[in-house]
């Protein structure tokens, strides 16, 4: 009677495989690049990046440590991240978050206690019939129907 109301919002992360863990008791230094999923329980120095166009997953625990840029399709934060965040589809920032740098995102969501110091912004989704023009180039008259492939 009283119980949460169930959205239907499309905001949720993609399940994915955790394929690869980083255990607290490991520290890199240095780039790490992944596919599917990525569990940091450990310490990296270096960027984390998810590999190519995949709809990779990082969970960072609260043990977790990461002092560089991330740049994801999903992520669980619930650790320290010194460096910008880019999350192209959905961010969790958990209750021990501590993020120090810029956040970009496409969908976030932010728990009581999550910290960030730094800005955030929403990534910008293009439109179906808008053509993306580079500042600085003369744009071209063509129709919004010869854009998508569709004939005349």
Same mark, same amino acid.
């Given at each position: ?25 490991? =520290? %890199?230094? @240095? ?5 599917? @999923?990525?569990?940091?329980? @450990? ?10 166009? =995949?709809? $990779? ?6 043990? $977790?440590? %990461?002092?560089? !840029? ?8 619930? $650790?320290? %991240? ?5 999350? !192209?589809?959905?961010? =969790? ?5 501590? #993020? ?5 995102? !496409? ?7 999550? !910290? ?7 990534? =910008? ?7 993306? #023009?580079?500042? $600085? ?16």
């Amino acid at each position: 009677m009283f119980g949460k109301k169930k959205s239907d919002n499309a905001k949720s992360i993609e399940i994915n495989k955790l394929s690869s863990l980083i255990a607290d008791n490991v =520290e %890199i230094v @240095g780039d790490v690049i992944f596919s599917d @999923g990525l569990r940091v329980d @450990g310490r990296i120095e270096g960027n984390v990046i998810n590999k190519g166009d =995949e709809r $990779g997953l990082l969970v960072l625990s609260e043990r $977790g440590c %990461i002092e560089g !840029s991330v740049r994801t399709h999903d992520a669980v934060i619930n $650790g320290t %991240i010194i460096g910008d965040v880019t999350v !192209s589809h959905f961010l =969790e920032l958990q209750p021990k978050a501590r #993020v120090t740098g810029n956040i970009s995102y !496409s969908q976030l969501q932010m728990d009581c206690g999550a !910290s960030v110091d730094g800005k955030l912004e929403k990534l =910008e989704e293009p439109d179906a019939g808008t053509k993306v #023009v580079k500042l $600085g180039s003369t744009p071209t008259a063509a129709p919004v129907a010869a854009a998508s492939g569709k004939k005349d």
